[in-house]
């Protein structure tokens, strides 16, 4: 799916969509969110760690993860994705 594809897309489903870009050498420690999430990878990877199950996600990829979700996450270089967020109702 291009970008242009899953911007339009996101919006129709109600979230909240940025490019989020990250230089790398990040791991942030396990935490939750008050949002729902539908990512798409545009350049270098990032690995979620849920429930003990680790997965790498590279360009191309879309990634979702529940609100409330007990996750880590590693970026070991630059990364760039177009992130939606959605909050549950009445937030």
């Known amino acids: 799916m291009n970008q242009a594809a899953f911007e339009a897309q996101l919006r129709q489903d109600g979230f909240e969509v940025e490019v989020k870009q990250s230089p790398g050498g990040i791991r942030n420690d396990p935490h939750t969110h008050d949002f729902e999430v539908r990512a798409l990878v545009l350049e270098g990877e990032i690995t979620l760690t849920c429930g003990g199950a680790a997965t790498t996600y ?21 990364y760039r994705s177009v992130i939606g967020r959605r909050h549950p109702a009445g937030r």
Do not use: N
């Open 58 to 78: 590279r360009p191309g990829d879309v990634f979702t993860m529940a609100a409330g979700m007990p996750h880590s996450e590693e970026i070991p270089a630059h």
